[in-house]
Protein backbone atom coordinates (compact mmCIF):
# COMPACT_ATOMS: atom_id res chain seq x y z
CA UNK A 1 0.00 0.00 0.00
CA UNK A 2 2.98 2.48 0.97
CA UNK A 3 4.71 1.46 -1.66
CA UNK A 4 1.79 1.98 -4.33
CA UNK A 5 1.16 5.81 -2.58
CA UNK A 6 5.47 6.12 -3.23
CA UNK A 7 4.35 5.26 -7.12
CA UNK A 8 1.78 8.06 -7.15
CA UNK A 9 3.55 10.74 -5.37
CA UNK A 10 6.34 10.22 -7.93
CA UNK A 11 3.28 9.75 -10.63
CA UNK A 12 1.60 12.85 -9.72
CA UNK A 13 4.92 14.88 -9.17
CA UNK A 14 6.28 13.80 -12.54
CA UNK A 15 2.87 15.00 -13.99
CA UNK A 16 3.28 18.36 -12.77
CA UNK A 17 6.62 19.13 -13.49
CA UNK A 18 5.91 18.13 -17.08
CA UNK A 19 2.95 20.03 -17.10
CA UNK A 20 4.36 23.42 -15.60
CA UNK A 21 7.43 22.67 -18.63
CA UNK A 22 4.67 22.40 -21.23
CA UNK A 23 2.81 25.65 -19.93
CA UNK A 24 4.47 28.07 -21.38
CA UNK A 25 3.98 26.97 -24.75
CA UNK A 26 0.52 25.83 -24.92
CA UNK A 27 -0.16 28.89 -24.00
CA UNK A 28 2.08 30.41 -26.35
CA UNK A 29 0.27 28.46 -28.53
CA UNK A 30 -3.14 28.68 -27.64
CA UNK A 31 -2.22 32.95 -27.57
CA UNK A 32 -1.68 32.47 -31.48
CA UNK A 33 -4.31 30.38 -32.33
CA UNK A 34 -1.59 27.81 -33.78
CA UNK A 35 -2.65 23.97 -35.26
CA UNK A 36 -3.17 21.07 -32.82
CA UNK A 37 0.33 20.07 -33.90
CA UNK A 38 1.93 23.01 -33.10
CA UNK A 39 1.18 23.20 -29.54
CA UNK A 40 3.68 20.08 -28.57
CA UNK A 41 6.15 20.89 -30.97
CA UNK A 42 8.63 22.70 -28.67
CA UNK A 43 9.18 19.76 -26.44
CA UNK A 44 12.15 18.04 -27.22
CA UNK A 45 13.64 15.05 -26.81
CA UNK A 46 16.46 16.68 -24.74
CA UNK A 47 13.65 18.57 -22.58
CA UNK A 48 12.07 15.44 -22.04
CA UNK A 49 15.10 13.63 -20.89
CA UNK A 50 14.63 15.71 -17.68
CA UNK A 51 12.04 15.00 -16.58
CA UNK A 52 11.35 12.15 -13.97
CA UNK A 53 10.36 8.74 -15.64
CA UNK A 54 6.93 8.53 -16.38
CA UNK A 55 4.27 5.34 -17.40
CA UNK A 56 4.22 5.06 -21.29
CA UNK A 57 0.90 5.89 -22.07
CA UNK A 58 0.94 9.37 -19.73
CA UNK A 59 2.09 11.72 -22.03
CA UNK A 60 0.07 10.59 -25.16
CA UNK A 61 -2.74 11.23 -22.52
CA UNK A 62 -1.72 14.75 -21.82
CA UNK A 63 -1.80 15.39 -25.16
CA UNK A 64 -4.84 14.33 -25.74
CA UNK A 65 -5.84 15.84 -22.77
CA UNK A 66 -4.79 19.36 -23.49
CA UNK A 67 -6.25 18.61 -27.04
CA UNK A 68 -9.62 18.21 -26.15
CA UNK A 69 -9.32 21.54 -23.73
CA UNK A 70 -8.00 23.77 -26.66
CA UNK A 71 -10.55 26.04 -27.45
CA UNK A 72 -11.93 25.83 -31.32
CA UNK A 73 -10.80 27.70 -33.44
CA UNK A 74 -13.10 29.92 -35.71
CA UNK A 75 -12.72 28.33 -38.99
CA UNK A 76 -13.01 25.10 -37.21
CA UNK A 77 -16.36 26.17 -35.74
CA UNK A 78 -18.41 24.76 -38.74
CA UNK A 79 -16.55 21.24 -39.05
CA UNK A 80 -18.84 20.16 -42.00
CA UNK A 81 -17.54 20.01 -45.50
CA UNK A 82 -21.13 19.87 -46.65
CA UNK A 83 -23.27 23.00 -45.89
CA UNK A 84 -26.35 20.30 -45.83
CA UNK A 85 -24.83 18.30 -42.90
CA UNK A 86 -24.38 21.25 -41.07
CA UNK A 87 -28.02 22.67 -41.52
CA UNK A 88 -28.83 18.77 -40.12
CA UNK A 89 -26.38 18.86 -37.34
CA UNK A 90 -28.83 22.19 -35.99
CA UNK A 91 -32.58 20.71 -36.26
CA UNK A 92 -34.48 21.60 -33.19
CA UNK A 93 -38.24 22.03 -33.97
CA UNK A 94 -40.27 19.15 -32.97
CA UNK A 95 -40.56 16.91 -35.65
CA UNK A 96 -44.32 17.08 -37.40
CA UNK A 97 -45.73 13.57 -38.64
CA UNK A 98 -49.52 13.65 -40.01
CA UNK A 99 -50.60 12.67 -43.67
CA UNK A 100 -49.61 15.95 -45.32
CA UNK A 101 -46.72 15.50 -44.56
CA UNK A 102 -46.24 12.30 -45.97
CA UNK A 103 -47.99 13.61 -49.24
CA UNK A 104 -45.70 16.52 -49.68
CA UNK A 105 -42.43 14.56 -48.73
CA UNK A 106 -43.78 12.31 -51.42
CA UNK A 107 -43.82 14.90 -54.03
CA UNK A 108 -40.81 16.28 -52.93
CA UNK A 109 -38.82 13.36 -53.28
CA UNK A 110 -39.98 12.47 -56.72
CA UNK A 111 -38.89 15.57 -58.50
CA UNK A 112 -35.68 15.55 -58.68
CA UNK A 113 -35.32 18.29 -61.00
CA UNK A 114 -37.59 20.90 -58.49
CA UNK A 115 -34.96 20.04 -55.68
CA UNK A 116 -31.58 20.29 -58.13
CA UNK A 117 -32.74 24.07 -59.49
CA UNK A 118 -34.14 25.28 -56.45
CA UNK A 119 -30.57 23.73 -54.60
CA UNK A 120 -28.48 25.99 -57.49
CA UNK A 121 -30.02 28.95 -56.17
CA UNK A 122 -29.75 28.84 -52.73
CA UNK A 123 -26.30 27.49 -52.85
CA UNK A 124 -25.75 31.73 -53.51
CA UNK A 125 -27.36 32.13 -50.53
CA UNK A 126 -27.57 29.29 -47.70
CA UNK A 127 -24.69 29.86 -46.01
CA UNK A 128 -24.98 33.10 -45.23
CA UNK A 129 -29.02 32.36 -43.70
CA UNK A 130 -27.10 29.24 -41.60
CA UNK A 131 -24.41 31.34 -40.08
CA UNK A 132 -27.21 34.08 -39.53
CA UNK A 133 -29.38 31.87 -37.75
CA UNK A 134 -26.46 30.39 -35.57
CA UNK A 135 -25.68 33.98 -34.45
CA UNK A 136 -28.93 33.74 -33.20
CA UNK A 137 -29.00 30.16 -31.99
CA UNK A 138 -32.26 29.80 -34.01
CA UNK A 139 -32.82 26.18 -35.32
CA UNK A 140 -31.49 25.89 -38.70
CA UNK A 141 -33.93 23.78 -40.36
CA UNK A 142 -35.44 27.65 -40.59
CA UNK A 143 -32.75 28.14 -43.49
CA UNK A 144 -34.89 25.89 -45.60
CA UNK A 145 -38.27 27.92 -45.44
CA UNK A 146 -37.50 30.13 -48.63
CA UNK A 147 -37.76 26.58 -50.48
CA UNK A 148 -41.30 27.31 -49.15
CA UNK A 149 -41.35 30.74 -49.23
CA UNK A 150 -39.96 31.40 -52.98
CA UNK A 151 -37.84 28.12 -54.12
CA UNK A 152 -34.95 30.90 -53.00
CA UNK A 153 -35.72 33.46 -55.51
CA UNK A 154 -35.11 36.96 -54.48
CA UNK A 155 -37.27 38.02 -57.80
CA UNK A 156 -40.10 36.20 -56.67
CA UNK A 157 -43.18 38.04 -56.57
CA UNK A 158 -46.72 36.87 -55.39
CA UNK A 159 -49.74 37.61 -56.17
CA UNK A 160 -50.19 39.35 -52.93
CA UNK A 161 -47.48 41.42 -53.92
CA UNK A 162 -45.05 39.58 -51.45
CA UNK A 163 -41.48 39.99 -52.64
CA UNK A 164 -38.56 38.38 -52.40
CA UNK A 165 -37.02 35.44 -50.60
CA UNK A 166 -38.27 35.56 -47.83
CA UNK A 167 -41.52 36.76 -49.30
CA UNK A 168 -42.38 40.21 -47.15
CA UNK A 169 -45.93 42.06 -47.92
CA UNK A 170 -45.47 45.71 -48.58
CA UNK A 171 -46.41 47.05 -44.84
CA UNK A 172 -45.06 44.07 -43.40
CA UNK A 173 -41.60 44.62 -45.03
CA UNK A 174 -41.78 48.70 -43.89
CA UNK A 175 -42.53 47.28 -40.29
CA UNK A 176 -39.00 45.64 -39.83
CA UNK A 177 -37.27 48.99 -42.01
CA UNK A 178 -37.06 46.85 -45.51
CA UNK A 179 -36.86 50.71 -47.83
CA UNK A 180 -39.17 50.49 -50.47
CA UNK A 181 -38.90 53.44 -52.71
CA UNK A 182 -38.41 54.22 -56.55
CA UNK A 183 -34.40 52.94 -56.71
CA UNK A 184 -34.76 49.94 -54.10
CA UNK A 185 -36.78 47.26 -53.05
CA UNK A 186 -34.45 46.06 -49.70
CA UNK A 187 -37.91 43.05 -49.38
CA UNK A 188 -35.63 41.69 -51.88
CA UNK A 189 -31.81 42.49 -50.52
CA UNK A 190 -30.29 39.32 -49.52
CA UNK A 191 -28.91 40.44 -46.43
CA UNK A 192 -31.55 43.11 -45.34
CA UNK A 193 -34.74 40.50 -46.21
CA UNK A 194 -32.59 37.57 -44.12
CA UNK A 195 -32.06 40.00 -41.04
CA UNK A 196 -35.97 40.94 -41.16
CA UNK A 197 -37.20 37.44 -41.38
CA UNK A 198 -35.11 35.88 -38.38
CA UNK A 199 -36.11 39.22 -36.53
CA UNK A 200 -39.67 38.41 -37.42
CA UNK A 201 -39.32 34.73 -36.28
CA UNK A 202 -37.75 34.93 -33.03
CA UNK A 203 -40.62 37.45 -32.41
CA UNK A 204 -43.33 35.63 -33.35
CA UNK A 205 -41.39 32.70 -31.32
CA UNK A 206 -41.89 34.54 -28.22
CA UNK A 207 -44.70 35.53 -28.78
CA UNK A 208 -46.25 32.07 -29.21
CA UNK A 209 -43.85 29.79 -27.29
CA UNK A 210 -44.00 27.31 -30.60
CA UNK A 211 -41.47 27.44 -33.31
CA UNK A 212 -44.61 25.29 -35.47
CA UNK A 213 -47.07 28.15 -34.63
CA UNK A 214 -44.66 30.76 -35.29
CA UNK A 215 -44.59 29.71 -38.76
CA UNK A 216 -47.78 29.22 -38.73
CA UNK A 217 -48.27 32.93 -37.88
CA UNK A 218 -45.40 33.92 -40.36
CA UNK A 219 -47.61 32.69 -43.05
CA UNK A 220 -50.72 33.63 -42.00
CA UNK A 221 -50.34 36.54 -39.67
CA UNK A 222 -50.00 36.88 -35.73
CA UNK A 223 -53.52 38.17 -35.55
CA UNK A 224 -54.99 35.32 -37.17
CA UNK A 225 -52.92 32.67 -35.02
CA UNK A 226 -53.79 34.49 -32.06
CA UNK A 227 -57.60 34.47 -32.37
CA UNK A 228 -57.32 30.42 -33.12
CA UNK A 229 -55.50 30.14 -29.77
CA UNK A 230 -58.41 31.94 -27.91
CA UNK A 231 -60.96 29.99 -29.42
CA UNK A 232 -59.34 26.73 -28.83
CA UNK A 233 -58.04 27.79 -25.14
CA UNK A 234 -62.06 28.74 -24.63
CA UNK A 235 -63.22 25.75 -25.89
CA UNK A 236 -60.75 23.76 -23.68
CA UNK A 237 -59.05 22.03 -27.06
CA UNK A 238 -55.28 21.77 -27.49
CA UNK A 239 -53.38 24.72 -28.82
CA UNK A 240 -50.86 23.11 -31.13
CA UNK A 241 -50.50 23.47 -34.31
CA UNK A 242 -52.21 20.01 -35.75
CA UNK A 243 -54.91 21.21 -33.27
CA UNK A 244 -55.53 24.54 -34.57
CA UNK A 245 -55.13 23.17 -38.64
CA UNK A 246 -58.63 22.68 -38.82
CA UNK A 247 -59.27 26.50 -38.22
CA UNK A 248 -56.34 27.58 -40.89
CA UNK A 249 -56.90 28.48 -44.11
CA UNK A 250 -55.41 25.80 -46.45
CA UNK A 251 -52.02 27.60 -47.56
CA UNK A 252 -51.14 27.73 -43.71
CA UNK A 253 -52.11 23.99 -42.97
CA UNK A 254 -49.68 22.93 -45.61
CA UNK A 255 -47.30 25.08 -44.73
CA UNK A 256 -45.83 23.93 -41.67
CA UNK A 257 -45.43 20.26 -43.24
CA UNK A 258 -44.41 21.47 -46.56
CA UNK A 259 -41.07 22.54 -44.23
CA UNK A 260 -41.14 19.88 -42.53
CA UNK A 261 -40.78 17.24 -45.92
CA UNK A 262 -38.22 19.65 -46.89
CA UNK A 263 -36.86 18.83 -43.50
CA UNK A 264 -37.31 14.90 -43.65
CA UNK A 265 -35.40 14.86 -47.34
CA UNK A 266 -32.65 16.90 -46.39
CA UNK A 267 -32.62 15.34 -42.83
CA UNK A 268 -31.87 11.20 -44.88
CA UNK A 269 -31.86 11.85 -48.14
CA UNK A 270 -30.87 8.06 -49.39
CA UNK A 271 -34.09 7.20 -47.43
CA UNK A 272 -35.95 8.89 -49.63
CA UNK A 273 -33.34 7.85 -53.27
CA UNK A 274 -32.73 11.61 -53.48
CA UNK A 275 -29.11 12.89 -54.37
CA UNK A 276 -28.63 16.64 -53.19
CA UNK A 277 -26.23 18.68 -55.62
CA UNK A 278 -23.16 19.56 -52.90
CA UNK A 279 -23.18 22.89 -51.36
CA UNK A 280 -19.64 24.03 -49.77
CA UNK A 281 -19.83 24.88 -46.31
CA UNK A 282 -17.95 28.32 -47.13
CA UNK A 283 -19.17 31.86 -47.75
CA UNK A 284 -20.21 32.53 -51.49
CA UNK A 285 -20.39 36.64 -51.06
CA UNK A 286 -18.32 39.53 -49.48
CA UNK A 287 -19.83 42.64 -49.32
CA UNK A 288 -18.24 45.40 -50.93
CA UNK A 289 -18.96 49.69 -49.70
CA UNK A 290 -20.60 51.48 -52.41
CA UNK A 291 -18.09 54.95 -52.19
CA UNK A 292 -20.14 56.83 -54.85
CA UNK A 293 -23.33 56.18 -57.50
CA UNK A 294 -21.93 53.36 -59.82
CA UNK A 295 -24.34 52.22 -62.92
CA UNK A 296 -25.19 48.16 -62.33
CA UNK A 297 -23.46 47.71 -65.76
CA UNK A 298 -19.89 49.20 -64.39
CA UNK A 299 -20.36 47.48 -61.51
CA UNK A 300 -20.58 43.80 -62.98
CA UNK A 301 -17.86 45.09 -65.62
CA UNK A 302 -15.76 45.88 -62.78
CA UNK A 303 -16.15 42.56 -60.86
CA UNK A 304 -16.26 40.56 -64.42
CA UNK A 305 -19.32 39.38 -63.95
CA UNK A 306 -22.14 39.01 -66.22
CA UNK A 307 -25.38 41.29 -65.31
CA UNK A 308 -27.71 38.36 -64.16
CA UNK A 309 -25.09 36.96 -61.88
CA UNK A 310 -24.48 40.51 -60.82
CA UNK A 311 -28.59 41.16 -59.89
CA UNK A 312 -28.75 37.45 -58.20
CA UNK A 313 -27.01 38.74 -55.86
CA UNK A 314 -27.88 42.16 -55.98
CA UNK A 315 -31.94 42.19 -56.66
CA UNK A 316 -32.84 45.15 -54.14
CA UNK A 317 -31.20 47.58 -56.95
CA UNK A 318 -34.66 48.32 -59.17
CA UNK A 319 -32.83 51.25 -61.69
CA UNK A 320 -29.82 51.08 -63.85
CA UNK A 321 -27.68 52.78 -61.23
CA UNK A 322 -27.03 51.85 -57.71
CA UNK A 323 -27.81 54.85 -55.25
CA UNK A 324 -27.69 55.71 -51.59
CA UNK A 325 -25.76 56.81 -47.98
CA UNK A 326 -22.29 55.10 -47.52
CA UNK A 327 -24.70 52.18 -45.26
CA UNK A 328 -25.33 50.79 -49.03
CA UNK A 329 -23.43 47.51 -49.90
CA UNK A 330 -22.72 45.63 -53.36
CA UNK A 331 -22.50 41.65 -52.60
CA UNK A 332 -19.88 40.06 -54.82
CA UNK A 333 -18.60 35.96 -55.10
CA UNK A 334 -15.38 36.65 -52.63
CA UNK A 335 -13.09 35.58 -55.50
CA UNK A 336 -14.80 38.53 -57.53
CA UNK A 337 -13.74 41.40 -54.83
CA UNK A 338 -11.00 41.47 -55.62
CA UNK A 339 -10.85 41.98 -59.04
CA UNK A 340 -14.17 44.82 -58.40
CA UNK A 341 -11.23 46.75 -56.41
CA UNK A 342 -8.17 46.46 -58.58
CA UNK A 343 -10.58 47.46 -61.91
CA UNK A 344 -12.01 50.33 -59.91
CA UNK A 345 -8.62 51.65 -58.80
CA UNK A 346 -7.63 51.71 -62.74
CA UNK A 347 -11.50 52.98 -63.90
CA UNK A 348 -10.35 56.48 -64.49
CA UNK A 349 -13.83 57.45 -65.74
CA UNK A 350 -17.15 58.13 -64.61
CA UNK A 351 -18.91 55.82 -62.81
CA UNK A 352 -22.65 56.82 -63.19
CA UNK A 353 -24.11 57.80 -66.70
CA UNK A 354 -27.60 58.52 -64.53
CA UNK A 355 -28.87 61.59 -62.92
CA UNK A 356 -32.43 62.79 -62.03
CA UNK A 357 -35.08 64.81 -63.31
CA UNK A 358 -38.38 66.30 -61.73
CA UNK A 359 -41.44 66.40 -63.77
CA UNK A 360 -42.64 69.91 -63.11
CA UNK A 361 -45.01 70.17 -66.18
CA UNK A 362 -47.25 68.36 -68.03
CA UNK A 363 -45.75 69.43 -71.09
CA UNK A 364 -42.82 67.13 -70.45
CA UNK A 365 -43.51 64.54 -72.62
CA UNK A 366 -40.99 60.92 -72.57
CA UNK A 367 -40.03 62.38 -76.16
CA UNK A 368 -39.66 65.62 -75.32
CA UNK A 369 -37.47 64.50 -72.53
CA UNK A 370 -35.49 61.90 -75.14
CA UNK A 371 -34.79 64.83 -77.07
CA UNK A 372 -33.13 66.98 -74.38
CA UNK A 373 -31.29 64.18 -73.00
CA UNK A 374 -30.12 63.30 -75.75
CA UNK A 375 -31.32 59.75 -75.85
CA UNK A 376 -34.68 57.78 -76.65
CA UNK A 377 -37.98 57.21 -75.61
CA UNK A 378 -37.36 53.52 -75.19
CA UNK A 379 -34.03 54.08 -72.83
CA UNK A 380 -35.96 57.00 -70.60
CA UNK A 381 -38.92 53.80 -70.31
CA UNK A 382 -36.78 51.38 -70.10
CA UNK A 383 -34.79 53.13 -66.72
CA UNK A 384 -38.01 54.04 -65.12
CA UNK A 385 -40.15 50.58 -65.84
CA UNK A 386 -42.67 52.69 -67.66
CA UNK A 387 -45.18 51.20 -70.18
CA UNK A 388 -45.52 51.93 -74.05
CA UNK A 389 -48.45 54.24 -74.40
CA UNK A 390 -47.70 56.32 -70.99
CA UNK A 391 -47.89 59.31 -69.84
CA UNK A 392 -46.01 61.36 -67.07
CA UNK A 393 -47.53 62.97 -64.03
CA UNK A 394 -45.83 66.45 -62.59
CA UNK A 395 -43.99 65.65 -59.73
CA UNK A 396 -42.55 62.28 -60.88
CA UNK A 397 -38.70 62.00 -60.39
CA UNK A 398 -37.28 59.93 -63.21
CA UNK A 399 -33.93 58.92 -64.38
CA UNK A 400 -32.05 60.69 -67.05
CA UNK A 401 -28.82 60.15 -69.04
CA UNK A 402 -26.17 62.73 -67.72
CA UNK A 403 -25.51 65.21 -70.81
CA UNK A 404 -22.49 66.21 -69.45
CA UNK A 405 -19.08 64.48 -67.69
CA UNK A 406 -17.72 65.90 -64.33
CA UNK A 407 -21.23 68.25 -64.02
CA UNK A 408 -23.23 66.24 -62.18
CA UNK A 409 -22.77 65.33 -58.10
CA UNK A 410 -24.36 61.72 -56.66
CA UNK A 411 -27.48 61.32 -56.44
CA UNK A 412 -28.44 62.83 -52.65
CA UNK A 413 -30.02 60.04 -50.40
CA UNK A 414 -33.28 61.80 -49.97
CA UNK A 415 -33.68 62.54 -53.32
CA UNK A 416 -33.57 58.42 -53.95
CA UNK A 417 -35.71 57.99 -50.45
CA UNK A 418 -38.84 60.16 -51.43
CA UNK A 419 -38.66 59.76 -55.56
CA UNK A 420 -42.22 59.24 -56.72
CA UNK A 421 -43.02 58.24 -60.46
CA UNK A 422 -46.22 58.26 -61.32
CA UNK A 423 -48.26 57.94 -64.59
CA UNK A 424 -51.18 57.39 -66.91
CA UNK A 425 -51.78 55.71 -70.02
CA UNK A 426 -51.86 57.62 -72.91
CA UNK A 427 -55.53 57.83 -74.43
CA UNK A 428 -56.12 57.06 -77.92
CA UNK A 429 -58.79 57.29 -80.76
CA UNK A 430 -59.41 53.87 -81.96
CA UNK A 431 -60.98 54.16 -85.70
CA UNK A 432 -63.85 53.18 -84.46
CA UNK A 433 -64.33 56.55 -82.79
CA UNK A 434 -63.96 55.50 -79.55
CA UNK A 435 -61.41 56.72 -76.70
CA UNK A 436 -59.95 53.78 -74.12
CA UNK A 437 -59.43 55.05 -70.80
CA UNK A 438 -56.21 54.12 -69.32
CA UNK A 439 -55.39 52.91 -65.17
CA UNK A 440 -53.43 55.31 -63.25
CA UNK A 441 -50.60 53.91 -61.95
CA UNK A 442 -50.67 52.70 -58.56
CA UNK A 443 -53.37 50.08 -60.11
CA UNK A 444 -52.84 46.66 -60.79
CA UNK A 445 -55.77 46.43 -63.35
CA UNK A 446 -57.42 49.52 -63.29
CA UNK A 447 -60.98 49.28 -64.83
CA UNK A 448 -60.96 50.28 -68.68
CA UNK A 449 -64.11 51.23 -70.51
CA UNK A 450 -65.27 52.23 -73.37
CA UNK A 451 -66.62 56.09 -73.61
CA UNK A 452 -67.66 57.93 -77.07
CA UNK A 453 -65.17 60.35 -78.53
CA UNK A 454 -66.37 63.56 -77.31
CA UNK A 455 -69.31 63.10 -76.15
CA UNK A 456 -69.93 63.36 -72.33
CA UNK A 457 -71.16 60.80 -70.49
CA UNK A 458 -74.36 63.20 -69.15
CA UNK A 459 -75.10 63.67 -72.70
CA UNK A 460 -75.10 60.00 -73.01
CA UNK A 461 -77.85 59.72 -70.18
CA UNK A 462 -80.14 62.49 -71.78
CA UNK A 463 -80.25 60.83 -75.01
CA UNK A 464 -81.69 57.78 -73.70
CA UNK A 465 -84.06 58.86 -71.27
CA UNK A 466 -85.36 60.55 -73.92
CA UNK A 467 -85.79 56.89 -75.94
CA UNK A 468 -87.27 55.31 -73.12
CA UNK A 469 -90.20 58.07 -72.79
Not at 102 to 125: C, G, K, N, V
Not at 363 to 373: D, G, H, T, V, W
Not at 428 to 446: D, E, L
Request: proline share 6%.
Amino acid sequence: MQARNRNNCHSAAALAAFLALLAPFASHALEHDLDDAHVLTPITAASLSTLPSLPKTSISDIAVSLKASKPARADDEYHEKDLWGRIRSGYAIPDLNSELVTRHTTWLSTRPDHIASTSARASLYLFYVVSELEKRGMPTELALLPFIESGFNPQALSRANAAGMWQFVPGTGRDFNLKQDAFKDERRGVMESTDAALTYLQRLNDMFGDWQLALAAYNWGEGSVQRAVARNRAAGKPTDFESLSPLMPTETREYVPKLQAMKNIIGNPSQYRVSLPIIDNTPYFTAVDKTSDIDMTIAAQLAELSIDEFKALNPQFKRPVITGDEQTKILLPKENADKFHLNLAQWGKELSTWTVHKITSAKENISSLASRFHTTPDVIRQANNLPQRSLLKAGSTILVPKIATGTYTDIAPEVADNATVAFETERTVSKSGYKRAGANAGSKSGPVSLVKARVSRDSIKTKNRKKSN
